[in-house]
């Protein structure tokens, strides 16, 4: 192992359980037994193997680096959905050189100018004729050293634009979260911005500000909207649905009762011609009732006018005198 690992990972790592055959994680290797047999043996990771890591090692990563790694990974990725020819990957191998020995593996990093996407074990920046920008990594407390030293040093050897650490220091269940923002110089250094006055660092390659929230890392727009989890995102989805749904439900009962009360308008209306057309008929019947009786009356009369005459007439014709 290189010494110079050795002696940064005492500084800055927290001690691994000396009881835990594997505190970093194991890899498969093939062994040869005396009489010639070969068997697979599980090995435990080192610090070495954390920094170069060969295809299908098994870390052991916290469920917060998970949650970060995972979060950056989906972020970056809508962020980038409709520009072409971009990857990004997250805990997978980049080889630096021709052969592919000589490897990281970032937590999350962004390529531009991909030929084709596919199914990356291990990323060939030479065979791709690209290289990441930018990369981000989020520290665990048993390999801080491996991000805040070494891949300082190595990154800017390989000629990575931008790096981007999100440090994270645990005590007692609380986690907090110190970002760095390095950016290569000319001189094919590294120089460490400041952060910005809220405490953001600005990401242009994914035109996302990068923050930090309740010891988690957390994304905004340049509006300063915060970037959800998927399960935020989700719940969202799920409220938006049911409140359209809810919505829905209310207009369709909204005209059901219009529909009720404009038959019961109608009903009504009918019914008050109906009635209005019985009381036309009944007083017109009634105005012939009166018209009848009027006739009658006016016949009546003039019969009974005739008799008297008729009666005055005889009474004359039987005393001439």
């Known amino acids: 192992m290189n010494p110079a690992l050795l002696e940064s990972a005492a500084e800055l790592n927290e001690p691994v359980d000396p009881k835990d055959r594997f505190p970093y994680g194991w890899r498969y290797v093939q062994v040869r037994g005396e009489d010639g047999t070969e068997t697979r043996k599980q090995v435990p990771l080192t610090l070495e193997d954390i920094l170069h890591p060969r295809e299908e090692d098994f ?8 949650v970060d790694c995972h979060y950056l990974f989906a972020v970056f990725s809508a962020a980038l959905a409709n520009v072409d020819n971009t990857q990004i990957l997250s805990d997978c191998r980049v080889a630096w050189d021709p052969e592919g020995e000589y490897a990281h593996g970032p937590d999350v990093a ?24 930018p990369i981000v990594e989020v520290t665990s407390p048993s390999t801080r050293s491996t991000d805040l030293l070494n891949k300082v040093r190595e990154y800017a050897e390989q000629r990575v634009p931008h790096f981007v650490i999100a440090d994270a220091k ?6 907090k979260l110190a970002l760095i923002d390095y950016h290569l ?3 094919g250094e590294y120089v460490r911005r400041p952060l910005l006055e ?4 600005w990401l242009p390659e994914v035109v996302l500000y990068l923050g930090t929230e309740d010891g988690k890392v957390v994304c905004y727009d340049r509006d300063g909207t915060r970037r959800g989890t998927y399960v935020e995102v989700d719940q969202a989805r799920i409220e938006a649905e049911e409140s359209a749904a809810d919505q829905a439900l209310a207009r369709a009962k909204a005209e ?7 038959r019961k308008r109608a009903e009504a209306e009918a019914k008050a011609s109906e009635a209005e ?3 036309s008929e009944a007083e017109a019947r009634a105005s012939e009732a009166v018209n009848a009786a009027a006739a009658e009356r006016a016949a009546r009369e003039a019969l009974e006018a005739r008799l008297r005459e008729l009666e ?5 014709a039987k005393d001439p005198s």
């Not at 390529?111 to 290289?131: I, M």
Request: hydrophobic residues 35%.
């Open 59 to 66: 870390r052991l990563l916290s469920e917060p680096h998970h």
């Open 110 to 133: 962004v390529f531009f100018n991909v030929r084709e996407k596919r199914l990356w074990s291990t990323f060939n920046v030479v065979d791709e004729e690209t290289r990441p920008s």
């Open 170 to 175: 645990e005590r007692q269940d609380i986690r």
């Open 185 to 187: 110089t000319d001189r």
């Open 198 to 201: 809220n405490g953001r660092i």
């Open 256 to 262: 059901r009762v219009a529909r009720l009360a404009t």
């Open 277 to 279: 057309a019985k009381a």
């Open 312 to 316: 005055s007439f005889t009474k004359t």
